[in-house]
C-alpha cells in the first residue's frame, strides 16, 4: 500500500455514520406480545433441539430468564396466545394485529416485539407490516431451537429483537424480523431453511444487522408498508377465504374444483417454474374465474418473479400475478385487498405496491 504523501492536509473529520447507535438517554418502553413457537418451547434434553413441544414456557418466565433485557428497555410482556405458529388462524391474525395497533397509539409505549413460531412468521409480520399504522418498531421474532437446548437461539434473538423495538433507527422502516442478528423487512424475509438457525433469508437481501444492541443499516425498505399502507387492522373484522393450490408434475384440478365448491374467494395457484399452469389445469382456472373467483398465478420456485402474460395470458384470462410474492404471502395481500373489494386490476397494482 503506497503511503500518503508528507504534506497531505488533514482530512475531514468523517460524517457521522448512518448507524448510530442507540441514543443514551431514558430507556424506551418495549412491550413484547408473545404468541407461542419454538422461542416458547421446551425439549426433554439438551441434545433435542428439533424434537420438542413449542409454546409452552409462558412470556414472564421467557423474560425473567433475561436479566440483560433490563439494559436494553423498560420490557413488559402479554401472553396474546399460547400456539405452534402451523396452528394460527385468520382471527388470531386478527387478534393479534388489532393488539399491536392498539399498543403503538399508546404514548407509554415506544416499540413492540412479537414472539412468533418460525414456521408460518413471515406470513403474520407481512400481515402486521400492511395493517398497523405506526411508524414504531415492530420487531417479530422466534427461534429455531428450543430454550431448553444446547446453543438454543431465541435468547439472543428475543434479546435483539426488544434493542430493535427500543431503538429510535428502526422508527417508519416497518416491521422487521430479526432472526439470527439479521435485520429483515417482513415483506421479503421467508423461512427457508426448516432446521438451522440461520434460516430467515430475504431474496433481495437483508435490511442490515443488529449486534450488541446497536442497529447496523444497509438497505431500507422501498414497498408500502405501516402509515403508507392503505389497510388498516382498525377497519378490518374478517378475513375472506383464499386459498393455494400446489402445482407438480402430473396435477390434477380435484383442488381447484373443491375450493371453488367451498367458497373460496380466491385462489393462489403455486405453479411450477415461472408461474407455469399445466395444460389440463387452464380450463379449471378459467371456470373458476368465470363463477367469479380471483386467480393469482405465483410459483412454487422460492427466488425470482412472476411476469404478468409470460407462461399464460393473464390479460387474457382476467388473472393476477403475484409478482416475487411466495404462495402463502401472496394469499396474506390478497385476503386483504378482497376486504377493500378489490377486483383484479386493483390486486395487480397491489402486488407491484407492497
Ligand atoms: N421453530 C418454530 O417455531 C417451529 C414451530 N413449529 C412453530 O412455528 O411454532
Same mark, same amino acid.
Given at each position: 500500500m503506497a503511503a500518503a504523501p508528507a504534506a497531505a492536509p488533514a482530512p475531514a473529520a468523517p460524517a457521522a455514520p448512518a448507524t448510530q447507535p442507540v441514543a443514551a438517554g431514558p430507556k424506551a418502553n418495549v412491550v413484547v406480545l408473545a404468541t407461542g413457537g419454538t422461542i416458547a418451547g421446551a425439549g426433554?434434553?439438551?441434545?433435542?433441539s428439533a424434537t420438542y413441544t413449542a409454546a409452552k414456557v409462558p412470556v414472564d418466565k421467557l423474560l425473567a430468564g433475561l436479566p440483560e433485557l433490563a439494559q436494553v428497555a423498560n420490557v413488559r410482556g402479554e401472553q396474546v396466545f399460547q400456539i405452534?405458529?402451523?396452528?394460527?388462524?385468520n382471527d388470531n391474525l386478527l387478534a393479534l394485529a388489532k393488539r399491536v395497533s392498539a399498543l403503538s397509539k399508546? %404514548?407509554? $409505549?415506544?416499540g413492540i416485539v412479537v414472539t412468533h413460531g418460525t414456521d408460518t412468521l413471515a406470513e403474520t409480520a407481512y400481515f402486521l407490516s400492511l395493517v398497523v399504522h405506526t411508524d414504531k418498531p415492530i420487531a417479530v421474532v422466534g427461534s429455531m431451537r428450543p430454550g431448553t437446548a444446547l446453543s438454543a437461539d431465541g435468547a439472543l434473538n428475543l434479546v435483539n429483537a426488544v434493542s430493535v423495538a427500543a431503538s429510535?433507527?428502526?422508527?417508519?422502516?416497518?416491521v422487521l424480523v430479526t432472526m439470527n442478528d439479521e435485520l429483515n423487512t417482513a415483506r421479503d424475509?421467508?423461512?427457508?431453511?426448516?432446521?438451522?438457525?440461520?434460516?430467515f433469508k430475504s431474496q433481495w437481501g437483508p435490511l442490515g444487522m443488529v449486534v450488541e444492541g446497536k442497529n447496523y443499516w444497509f438497505r431500507a425498505p422501498v414497498k408500502r408498508h405501516t402509515n403508507q399502507s392503505e389497510f388498516n387492522i382498525d377497519n378490518i373484522t374478517q378475513l375472506p377465504q383464499v386459498d393455494i393450490v400446489y402445482a407438480y %408434475?402430473? $396435477?390434477?384440478?380435484t383442488a381447484v374444483n373443491a375450493l371453488v365448491a367451498g367458497g373460496a374467494k380466491a385462489i393462489i395457484h403455486a405453479g411450477t417454474g415461472n408461474g407455469s399452469v399445466a395444460d389440463r389445469m387452464v380450463k379449471p382456472l378459467q371456470d373458476a374465474r368465470a363463477k367469479g373467483t380471483i386467480i393469482v398465478r405465483s410459483s412454487r420456485v422460492p427466488y425470482g418473479f412472476v411476469l404478468r402474460n409470460a407462461e399464460q395470458p393473464d390479460d387474457k384470462y382476467d388473472w393476477v400475478v403475484a409478482h416475487d410474492m411466495r404462495p402463502e404471502k401472496a394469499r396474506i395481500l390478497t385476503m386483504l385487498a378482497l376486504t377493500r373489494g378489490a377486483d383484479t386490476k386493483t390486486l395487480q397494482r397491489m402486488f407491484w405496491e407492497y
Amino acid at each position: 500500500m503506497a503511503a500518503a504523501p508528507a504534506a497531505a492536509p488533514a482530512p475531514a473529520a468523517p460524517a457521522a455514520p448512518a448507524t448510530q447507535p442507540v441514543a443514551a438517554g431514558p430507556k424506551a418502553n418495549v412491550v413484547v406480545l408473545a404468541t407461542g413457537g419454538t422461542i416458547a418451547g421446551a425439549g426433554a434434553s439438551t441434545i433435542n433441539s428439533a424434537t420438542y413441544t413449542a409454546a409452552k414456557v409462558p412470556v414472564d418466565k421467557l423474560l425473567a430468564g433475561l436479566p440483560e433485557l433490563a439494559q436494553v428497555a423498560n420490557v413488559r410482556g402479554e401472553q396474546v396466545f399460547q400456539i405452534a405458529s402451523e396452528s394460527f388462524t385468520n382471527d388470531n391474525l386478527l387478534a393479534l394485529a388489532k393488539r399491536v395497533s392498539a399498543l403503538s397509539k399508546q %404514548g407509554d $409505549v415506544d416499540g413492540i416485539v412479537v414472539t412468533h413460531g418460525t414456521d408460518t412468521l413471515a406470513e403474520t409480520a407481512y400481515f402486521l407490516s400492511l395493517v398497523v399504522h405506526t411508524d414504531k418498531p415492530i420487531a417479530v421474532v422466534g427461534s429455531m431451537r428450543p430454550g431448553t437446548a444446547l446453543s438454543a437461539d431465541g435468547a439472543l434473538n428475543l434479546v435483539n429483537a426488544v434493542s430493535v423495538a427500543a431503538s429510535k433507527d428502526a422508527r417508519g422502516k416497518g416491521v422487521l424480523v430479526t432472526m439470527n442478528d439479521e435485520l429483515n423487512t417482513a415483506r421479503d424475509v421467508n423461512k427457508d431453511i426448516n432446521i438451522q438457525t440461520g434460516a430467515f433469508k430475504s431474496q433481495w437481501g437483508p435490511l442490515g444487522m443488529v449486534v450488541e444492541g446497536k442497529n447496523y443499516w444497509f438497505r431500507a425498505p422501498v414497498k408500502r408498508h405501516t402509515n403508507q399502507s392503505e389497510f388498516n387492522i382498525d377497519n378490518i373484522t374478517q378475513l375472506p377465504q383464499v386459498d393455494i393450490v400446489y402445482a407438480y %408434475g402430473t $396435477v390434477q384440478p380435484t383442488a381447484v374444483n373443491a375450493l371453488v365448491a367451498g367458497g373460496a374467494k380466491a385462489i393462489i395457484h403455486a405453479g411450477t417454474g415461472n408461474g407455469s399452469v399445466a395444460d389440463r389445469m387452464v380450463k379449471p382456472l378459467q371456470d373458476a374465474r368465470a363463477k367469479g373467483t380471483i386467480i393469482v398465478r405465483s410459483s412454487r420456485v422460492p427466488y425470482g418473479f412472476v411476469l404478468r402474460n409470460a407462461e399464460q395470458p393473464d390479460d387474457k384470462y382476467d388473472w393476477v400475478v403475484a409478482h416475487d410474492m411466495r404462495p402463502e404471502k401472496a394469499r396474506i395481500l390478497t385476503m386483504l385487498a378482497l376486504t377493500r373489494g378489490a377486483d383484479t386490476k386493483t390486486l395487480q397494482r397491489m402486488f407491484w405496491e407492497y
